[in-house]
C-alpha cells in the first residue's frame, strides 16, 4: 500500500450534503497482481479462486447529535456534531481507569484540540467537565437495558437483518462464512497495558479508504455514501482477503477483512501450520545440537545466534521486532536490551520486559552454563568491543529478519511462529499425557476434574506463551460471591447429615433416612463440583487461555485427548472454536502431537 498520508478527518456536514449530490463517478478497478498489500496479503502466486461474490463491507451508522453541552470552566458551551462526537467519546470513559493515565489525557487533548480549533472557547482539558454528557449516555444505556424482551428481540431482528448479506461470499460457487465484515466505528483508542497511543481518536473510515477485492465479473459492492467510491477495486485471486484499509492509529498497519475461520481456505491453512510444527520435532534434535555447537563458536554472531536459537526453545518468546518512537516499546528475542535480562549466579537470567500487547513478561529462568556465560558477555561489550549501556541490543549483530533465515536454514517453513506453536502443542500434549499416566485410576475421575486438569494444561501452555491479563475488576467480588455460595452449601450439607442422624435414630418413626442419604450424596456431589470450579477459577485469575487454545495448541491433540477420557468436546470448546476446528473433529483416539 502506499504510505501513511496525513491524519484522516472526517468531512464537515456541509462537505457532506455536496459529497451526496454529486454523480458517483466510475469505479476504477485493477488485477492487483504489482501492488498486492506487503502485509497480511497471504499471495503465493498460485490462484486460490476462480470466482469471488460478496457485500463488501457494513459501515457504523453516521454520528446522531444529542445535543447534550458539556461544561467549560462551569459553563456551557456549544459544540458541533464533530465535536460533540469527540467529547462522547470521552465522557463515556469517566468512570474507566484511563481517566489516571496521563498518556491517555494527553493524546486526547491533542486531538480534541484538533476538532475545537483554535478559536474555541475551550482552551484546557482540566476546565472541563463532561458530566452531563456522561449523565445522558448512562441514562441511554439504561433506557436500553430497560426494554423488554420483545422489543430486544425486535431491535435484534433489524440488526440481523442488516448484516445478513454481509455474512456470507461466494467462492467458486460454494458458499463461505465471511469473518469480521464490520469496519469500526469512531472512538478513542485503549491499546493494552501502557500503549503510547492510548487516548487517540480513532478516525471514521469510508469507502475512499477501502480497497476491495473481488471476481472481476462479480458485481462490485455498494455502500451508503453517494458520490464517494471505493479507494480500489481488485480482481487478485492469489489472496483470499475480500477487503482491507489502513490503521487509523496506526498507519502501518492494516485492517483485513477474511473469509471466517469455519472456511475451507482457514481449515487447510491452519492444518498445515500445524502439520508443519509437527515436523519440527523430527529436526529438533539436531537443532539442539546445532545451537549447542554454536555457543563455543568464536564469532561472535554465530554465536549470539546460538543463544537466540536456544531462548526460543527453551521460553517460546516472540521474535521481536524495531520499533518506532511512537509505538509501544514492545520487546521480543531479536530486541532484548541489557536492561531486559539480568545475570543471576551462578546459572539464572532474570528476564523483565513488555512483550507483545505491552504484558510484561518477567520470568527467572535456570540456562545452561555456557548460556549463562554468553549472555553475560553479551551484556557488557558489542561485537567491536564497545561497551554496552542499559538501552543497547543483548543481540546486536543481527534482527529478526535474519533469524529467521537462520531458522529456514535448519528446517524449510521454520520460522519463530512456528517455534511457538511447536513449543506449545508439544507441552500440551506432554502434560495431558503425563496427567493419564500418573493415576492409573484416572478414567474414573469426573468430567469437571478431567476438565481441571485440562485448563492446568492449558494455563502452563500461556504462561510459557505469555497470554497473560491483569486480574479481572469484578473477580474478588465475584469470588466473594462464590465462597458465600460454598458456605451456605457446606452448612444446608451439615444440617442434613445432622437430620440423617435423627432419622437414623427414630428407627422408622420420623423421616426416611435413605431419602436423605440420597439428597445429602447429591448435595456433597454438587460442593466438590462448586469447589473444583472455585479453585479453578482463582487459579486462572491472570491467565487468558483462549490466545494459546485458538492460534497455538494443535486442537488434534485435545479432541484425542477428550475421546480418549470421555470429556464432551463441548466442556473444552466453545461453539466458535468447534466451528473453527471442524476438520480436526474426527481424529483418533491415539493421536499425539
Not at 244 to 261: C, F, H, Q, R, S
Not at 563 to 574: D, G, L, T, Y
Request: aromatic residues 8%.
Amino acid at each position: 500500500p502506499p504510505k501513511a498520508g496525513v491524519k484522516r478527518k472526517k468531512p464537515a456536514p456541509a462537505a457532506a450534503a455536496a459529497a451526496k449530490k454529486q454523480p458517483a463517478k466510475k469505479q476504477k478497478t485493477n488485477s492487483g497482481s504489482s501492488t498486492r498489500p506487503k502485509s497480511g496479503s497471504k499471495g503465493g502466486g498460485e490462484p486460490k479462486w476462480t470466482t469471488l461474490v460478496h457485500s463488501g463491507v457494513l459501515f457504523p451508522p453516521e454520528y446522531e447529535p444529542h445535543g447534550v453541552k458539556m461544561l467549560y470552566d462551569g459553563k456551557p458551551v456549544e459544540l458541533t456534531p464533530e465535536q460533540e462526537e469527540v467529547a462522547s467519546m470521552f465522557a463515556i470513559m469517566k468512570e474507566t481507569d484511563y481517566m489516571s493515565k496521563p498518556t491517555f489525557l494527553k493524546n486526547f487533548w491533542d486531538g480534541f484540540k484538533e476538532v475545537l480549533g483554535r478559536s474555541h472557547a475551550i482552551k484546557s482539558l482540566e476546565k472541563c467537565d463532561f458530566t452531563p454528557i456522561y449523565d445522558h449516555l448512562m441514562a441511554e444505556r439504561d433506557k436500553k437495558k430497560a426494554l423488554t424482551k420483545e422489543e430486544k428481540a425486535a431491535i435484534k431482528v433489524q440488526k440481523d437483518a442488516a448484516e445478513v448479506k454481509y455474512k456470507h461470499a461466494l467462492v467458486d460457487g460454494r458458499q463461505e462464512q465471511v469473518g469480521n465484515f464490520r469496519v469500526e466505528p469512531p472512538s478513542l483508542f485503549r491499546g493494552r497495558g501502557e500503549h503510547p497511543k492510548m487516548g487517540k481518536i480513532k478516525q471514521r473510515v469510508y469507502p475512499r479508504d477501502i480497497t476491495i477485492n473481488i471476481g472481476r465479473d462479480a458485481p462490485i459492492p455498494q455502500h451508503p455514501y453517494p458520490g464517494q467510491r471505493w479507494k480500489e477495486v481488485r480482481h487478485d485471486n492469489t489472496v483470499t482477503w475480500l477487503a482491507y484499509w489502513k490503521d487509523t492509529i496506526n498507519p502501518k498497519e492494516y485492517k483485513y477483512v477474511w473469509l471466517g475461520a469455519t472456511s475451507s481456505f482457514k481449515a487447510e491453512s491452519d492444518l498445515l501450520k500445524y502439520e508443519k510444527a509437527r515436523k519440527l520435532k523430527d529436526y529438533i534434535d539436531d537443532i539442539r545440537k546445532n545451537y549447542k555447537r554454536d555457543w563455543g563458536s568464536s564469532d561472535v554472531r554465530r554465536k549470539q545466534m546460538g543463544v537466540a536459537v536456544y531462548f526460543l526453545d527453551k521460553l517460546a518468546l516472540r521474535a521481536g521486532h524495531e520499533k518506532d518512537d511512537d509505538e509501544a516499546d514492545t520487546v521480543g528475542c531479536c530486541t532484548l536490551k541489557v536492561e531486559n535480562v539480568e545475570c543471576v549466579p551462578p546459572n539464572h537470567i532474570k528476564f523483565d520486559f513488555l512483550g507483545k500487547d505491552s504484558i510484561r513478561y518477567e520470568n527467572t529462568v535456570d540456562v545452561e552454563v555456557p548460556v549463562y556465560k554468553a549472555v553475560e558477555a553479551f551484556t557488557k561489550v558489542d561485537a567491536r568491543g564497545k561497551r554496552k549501556g542499559p538501552r543497547d541490543m543483548v543481540f546486536d549483530t543481527f534482527d529478526a529478519t535474519d533469524l529467521n533465515k537462520e531458522l529456514k536454514a535448519l528446517m524449510d517453513g521454520l520460522s519463530v511462529k512456528v517455534f511457538r506453536t511447536y513449543n506449545a502443542s508439544i507441552t500440551l500434549d506432554r502434560l495431558l499425557a503425563e496427567m493419564e499416566e500418573a493415576d492409573d485410576a484416572y478414567a474414573d475421575k469426573t468430567v469437571d476434574a478431567k476438565k481441571a486438569d485440562y485448563d492446568r494444561a492449558n494455563k502452563e501452555v500461556a504462561i510459557l506463551c505469555n497470554h497473560q491479563r491483569s486480574v479481572p475488576k469484578t473477580h474478588e467480588t465475584s469470588m466473594a460471591k462464590v465462597t458465600e455460595k460454598l458456605n451456605a452449601m457446606r452448612q444446608e450439607i451439615k444440617e442434613l447429615e445432622e437430620e440423617h442422624k435423627a432419622a437414623l435414630k427414630a428407627k422408622g418413626k420420623g423421616k426416611n433416612p435413605d431419602a436423605i442419604e440420597s439428597k445429602l450424596s447429591k448435595k456433597m456431589t454438587a460442593l466438590e463440583k462448586a469447589e473444583l470450579q472455585a479453585a479453578v477459577k482463582e487459579d486462572l485469575k491472570t491467565v487468558a487461555l483462549g490466545t494459546s487454545k485458538i492460534n497455538y495448541m494443535d486442537p488434534r491433540i485435545t479432541i484425542a485427548w477428550c475421546k480418549r477420557n470421555e470429556v464432551p468436546i463441548e466442556k473444552v470448546f466453545n461453539k466458535s472454536l468447534l466451528n473453527k476446528f471442524h476438520w480436526a473433529m474426527d481424529t483418533e483416539s491415539e493421536f499425539r502431537f
